[in-house]
């Protein structure tokens, strides 16, 4: 069982940065593709960023040019930062792991993140 820790989030005014960190257990990250999504009340999950092993990126529309996904292999980490943060981008943010050899996915508990002046 893979366990994915975040942390990062919190309060931020528009326009202000955030990085999330996500570290993942074990010793298989270099197998995941990692993903960054998020969630607000009576909405769907949806995709924000995701990285593959070989830090191939892609990225929702919404946040193109401005949040930049990146993976650490050595420390099982990766990352999203964040940056011209508006009220839209208001959501709890899960971490994922595909692990592309099984097919299998973990999610991280979340972290909130709330853009507001």
């Known amino acids: 069982q893979v366990q994915l820790v975040e942390s990062g989030g919190g309060l931020v005014q528009p326009g202000g940065s955030l990085r999330l960190s996500c570290a993942a257990s074990g010793d298989s990250f270099g197998f995941y593709l990692m993903g960054w999504y998020r969630q607000t009340p009576g909405k769907q999950r949806e995709l924000v960023a995701r990285i593959t092993p070989g830090a191939s990126t892609d990225y929702a529309d919404s946040v193109k040019a401005r949040f930049t996904i990146s993976r650490d292999n050595s420390k099982s980490t990766v990352y999203l930062q964040m940056n011209s943060l508006r009220p839209e981008d208001t959501a709890v943010y899960y971490c994922?792991?595909?692990?592309?050899?099984?097919?299998?996915?973990?999610w991280g508990q979340g972290t909130q993140v709330t853009v507001s002046s």
């Open positions: 994922n792991a595909y692990d592309l050899r099984t097919p299998r996915d973990y």
